[in-house]
């Protein structure tokens, strides 16, 4: 059983940056596909960004040159460094792992089997 713990949110102005991290334990970290995803006030929850074992990534739109996911293996972590936030940024961020996914599977949270608790991530203007 994989488990995941978020963190780093908080509160910045437009234009900052924070760094989410989430911690991993319980399974062989380096074979997972971690993905993070949020959810804003009213809406459902969305994909963000997706690092595979290979550390091949792919993001949303929305968030493609600003957003950077990574992983450290040795340390079981993935993060997300998240620049030149903007208030639609803000939602409760969620870190997420699975196991054998294609590549259509990668951007679906149903195919994730484990989530973290997720973090807030506040923009104000």
């Known amino acids: 059983q994989v488990q995941l713990v978020d963190s780093g949110g908080g509160s910045v102005q437009a234009g900052g940056s924070l760094r989410l991290s989430c911690a991993a334990s319980?399974?062989?970290?380096?074979?997972?596909?971690m993905g993070w995803f949020r959810q804003a006030p009213g809406k459902e929850r969305e994909f963000v960004a997706v690092?595979?074992?290979?550390?091949?990534?792919y993001y949303a739109d929305s968030v493609k040159g600003r957003f950077t996911i990574s992983r450290d293996n040795a340390k079981d972590t993935v993060y997300l460094q998240m620049n030149s936030l903007k208030p639609e940024d803000t939602a409760v961020y969620y870190c997420?792992?699975?196991?054998?996914?294609?590549?259509?599977?990668?951007?679906?949270?149903?195919?994730?089997?484990?989530w973290g608790q997720g973090t807030q991530v506040t923009v104000s203007s």
């Open positions: 319980g399974g062989t970290f380096s074979s997972y596909t």
């Open positions: 690092i595979r074992p290979s550390r091949s990534t």
């Open positions: 997420s792992a699975a196991s054998s996914m294609t590549y259509q599977d990668l951007f679906d949270q149903g195919r994730y089997a484990y």
